[in-house]
């Protein structure tokens, strides 16, 4: 499989290690006593790559000899509640070239089995909360050789063959990274709502294109970087796409992640603290869910949201009567409502504010959105009255970890373009936007 290399395309840990040598002094990330600056966060993420290059870890190949569906790279399990090793363990798997793969810290033991083995999961960073379950499934895991355990609340002791998290990195050699190349994977694993989780396979250029929406060079992010005064709160768990794209955007947009005090229940209480005692300037939530408990802390007058120019939602209905609520009690707030998925990045985007007023379900669609027939075989023109499918073009995945066959069926090629179908419903309308149908 060739994979053109475009050598101003960029890499994850390279742009982030270039925006904090612009802003090193800057609190780059926030979480109840821990503030750490973007020099802190370059010196911690180097020495957990040390750490997995210590033991053998990192890229083995070229992608450009993988089919779609192979990933060259050793990749790292996160099984983590938020919290600043969360981000940590993406970027210093990074700068190991190694790729992190996402796991739902709620799976029961059989479920962390499929997705450990499932991914061949190299080394894995846990919390000691969840240990008791890795502990369940640890023997039938032969491929998983490193384990580094975050201590928390839990007291849960140290597993047979496990490192402290804070033990490693105390005692690696912060080298910066090396021969880091925009071919390097990003690997993110899907809920599991259209079957059982599958592991997206993007490379890191087009992710960062297509799911972030970054189309500056390395010189322009630079540049903006010390300006930057954005200050962004995702409150959904950055085990979901959504949350850490979120938290990666801030951070090469040179701005600064803020975790809430409580990672592990939502609280609207919490998280309206949080907004008040940093400056958060941008809030992500997941629609209604989200939104009505918000609503209803807000109301009770308690807090001073007025740091906040934008709420960012995503992956469920907010609807129009929520948005109107917001709208009330924060008058200088943009809503942005984002349409997106693991394999297709972001697709669309609606924003409402006082001026605009509140509507859902109608979203303006990116330059390479496209709704295609139900037989995947043409794309539907603006006014076709048939029910199609969401699919993106242009920088999409190159398929599932291990599986080729639904490679194939997910990434159709029509008039020789290679779509990405996720399994949203939609018609396109006579205006060119598009009209969601939820998923199927």
């Known amino acids: 499989m060739a994979v053109l290399h475009v050598p101003e395309e960029l890499n994850l840990a390279a742009a982030h290690e270039a925006v904090a040598a612009a802003v090193p002094d800057r609190e780059c990330l926030v979480w109840r006593d821990r503030r750490l600056s973007w020099a802190d966060v370059t010196d911690r993420t180097r ?34 509640h938020n919290g600043n090793e969360y981000l940590e363990g993406m970027l210093g798997a990074a700068k190991a070239r190694c790729a992190a793969v996402n796991v739902n810290y709620r799976y029961v033991a059989e479920e962390l089995r499929h997705v450990l083995r499932d991914s061949r999961a190299r080394a894995v960073v846990y919390h000691s909360a969840f240990a008791p379950t890795l502990a369940a499934v640890r023997a039938d ?43 390097d994977l990003y690997v993110l694993y899907t ?16 992710f ?15 540049a903006a970087a010390p300006s930057a005064s954005l200050r962004v ?38 998280l309206l603290r949080v907004v008040e005692r940093e400056r958060v300037t941008s809030l992500l939530i997941v629609g209604d869910a989200f ?10 007058g308690a807090h001073d949201a007025t740091s906040l120019r934008f709420l960012m939602t995503g992956g469920a209905v907010l609807s129009a009567s929520v948005k109107a609520e917001l709208l009330e009690l924060l008058p200088d707030l943009r809503i942005v409502d984002v349409l997106g998925s693991s394999e297709t990045g972001r697709q669309g985007v609606h924003k409402a504010d006082r001026a605009s007023g509140a509507t859902s379900g109608r979203f303006e669609r990116s330059p390479t959105s496209e709704v295609i027939s139900e037989d995947r075989t043409r794309v ?5 009255p048939e029910l199609g499918w969401l699919s993106q073009t242009g920088r999409v995945p190159l398929g599932y970890l291990g599986d080729p066959e639904k490679t194939q069926a997910t990434f ?7 779509h990405a179908v996720a399994g949203d419903r939609a018609r396109v309308l006579a205006d060119g936007s598009i009209e969601l149908h939820g998923r199927d």
């Open 412 to 418: 159709p090629v029509i008039d020789g373009r290679r």
């Open 291 to 300: 939104a009505r408990p918000l609503v209803e802390e807000l109301r009770s």
């Open 380 to 384: 539907l023109a603006p006014g076709d």
């Open 141 to 183: 895991l032969p491929d998983l050789e490193v384990l580094l355990q975050v201590a928390d609340d839990s007291g849960a002791a140290l597993l047979p063959g496990a490192r402290w998290y804070e033990d490693a990195l105390g005692g690696a050699n912060p080298a910066p990274p090396v021969d880091l190349s925009p071919d």
């Open 208 to 222: 960062l294109a297509a799911c972030l929406g970054l189309a500056k060079t390395t010189e322009e992010l630079v």
């Open 47 to 80: 020495r957990l790559a040390a750490v997995l290059r210590e033991a053998g870890l990192g890229v083995h190949g070229r992608l450009a000899d993988c089919e779609p569906w192979e990933s060259p790279h050793d990749h790292v399990a996160l099984y983590l």
């Open 191 to 206: 809920g599991g709502t259209t079957g059982l989780p599958k592991g997206v396979l993007w490379r890191q250029a087009d």
């Open 233 to 270: 709160l995702a409150a959904p768990p950055f085990m979901h796409g959504a949350a850490h794209w979120n938290a990666l955007s801030a951070w090469l947009a040179g701005g600064t992640v803020v975790i809430q005090d409580d990672p592990v229940h939502l609280d609207p209480a919490d």
